[in-house]
Nanobody
Framework: QVQLVESGGGLVQAGGSLRLSCAAS????????VGWFRQAPGSEREFVAA????????YYTDSAKGRFTISRDNAKNTVELQMNSLEPEDTAVYYC?????????????????WGQGTRVTVSS
């Protein structure tokens, strides 16, 4: 069992930055893929970024490349998402999730555990 708690969301102006954090409990965290997803009102939950457990490889959706950076600290059981150059289109509730498999997948249905989400609002 893995429990996830996100933090770091808030209100920021366009062009600003936020750092989201996901704190995890559970013995399998360090070997698991961790992903960040987001869901805007009226939209489906979409993949943002993920990081593998075995080698720390990172993966991003096209809109996040060059602006967002995902990182993990297995000693602290945390994964962070640094978001720069934020745009109003980034407004959403952001969720971290754990996939117990070793393959990085972008489909939300593949992830086994989810946090409660943290809200990010970017004003224009």
């Amino acid at each position: 069992q893995v429990q996830l708690v996100e933090s770091g969301g808030g209100l920021v102006q366009a062009g600003g930055s936020l750092r989201l954090s996901c704190a995890a409990s559970g013995r399998t965290f360090s070997s698991s893929v961790v992903g960040w997803f987001r869901q805007a009102p009226g939209s489906e939950r979409e993949f943002v970024a993920a990081i593998s457990g075995s080698d720390g490889k990172t993966y991003y959706t096209d809109s996040a490349k060059g602006r967002f950076t995902i990182s993990r600290d297995n000693a602290k059981n945390t994964v962070e998402l640094q978001m720069n150059s934020l745009e109003p289109e980034d407004t959403a509730v952001y969720y971290c999730a754990v996939d117990r498999s070793s393959d990085v997948r972008t489909n939300a249905r593949s992830y086994d555990y989810w946090g409660q989400g943290t809200r990010v609002t970017v004003s224009s």
